[in-house]
């Protein structure tokens, strides 16, 4: 018998509901989270599953599963879940940092009273993992940040940000994928495509896989942003 809490069923709406583990970023809870998804793989009522940093959101088909069964199946895979140690894959992220690509990256090290050496070497040397992917399509947030660089989020927000930002945002840090409104903090840019609709598989990173970061110089972005234009997946893939 487990002595973990069982998790929370949250009707969301009349063909979802989200089944919650708990209300911080740990990675124990995202273990949960990954291996209930998993375990629901195959079921005949299910429709999608969304994995969050604490709860995955379920949709099914009500004509073939009432609320309540649901419910009393969901508790049940719950528990006999187990929860794998690594069930993602490792990947290395180019990423060009500062000037052009990483425009706050001189003012986060300033206010961490660092350079910016120093925040680029904390900022890649994390094996990070990839918690969710949400807010826009392949938004790939990530936790393991160096808590030394944990930066609030910006006053004001930009209206735009380039695809492929590498920022960070509180204890946070993100793969962006699509040009989009952030206050996140940009200190670089990768050339790496997370989405690309036209290109098999569309996304790239899923939950539960890890991340890092390698620093390249500019020139070197251009011409693997040529190549990832193209449908090449420019991540290496190391397991």
């Not at 929860?83 to 993602?88: D, E, F, K, Q």
């Not at 350079?115 to 990530?142: C, D, K, N, W």
């Not at 040009?179 to 990173?205: C, I, K, Q, Y």
């Amino acid at each position: 018998m487990s002595d973990r809490p069982a998790p929370r069923i949250l009707p969301c709406g009349d063909t979802a509901v989200a089944v919650e583990f708990g209300e911080a970023i740990d990675p124990a809870l995202s273990a949960r989270v990954l291996a209930l998804d998993a375990e629901l793989a195959g079921r005949p009522w299910l429709v999608e599953t969304v994995p969050t940093y604490r709860s995955l959101l379920v949709i099914y088909d009500p004509v073939q599963i009432g609320f309540d069964e649901l419910g009393e199946s969901l508790l049940e895979a719950a528990a006999s879940a187990v929860p794998a140690s690594a069930s993602g894959r490792t990947w290395t992220i180019p990423v060009a940092y500062g000037g052009e690509h990483g425009i706050d990256l001189e003012a986060t090290a300033a206010t961490h009273g660092i350079t910016p050496e120093e925040l680029v070497r904390r900022h890649s040397a994390p094996l990070y993992q990839v918690y969710m992917i949400g807010f826009l399509p392949g938004f790939a947030y990530l936790g393991g940040l160096d808590p030394s660089i944990a930066t609030p989020r910006r006053t004001n927000p930009r209206l735009k940000t380039p695809p492929g930002t590498i920022s960070i945002g509180g204890v946070q840090a993100l793969v962006a994928s699509i040009e989009a409104p952030s206050g996140w903090h940009l200190l670089g840019r990768t050339p790496v495509r997370n989405f690309m609709p036209d290109r098999e598989p569309a996304f790239l990173l899923r939950p539960g896989d890890r991340v890092r970061f390698e620093p390249i110089e500019p020139r070197l972005f251009d011409e693997l942003d040529r190549a990832a234009a193209a449908g090449a997946i420019v991540a290496e893939q190391t397991s």
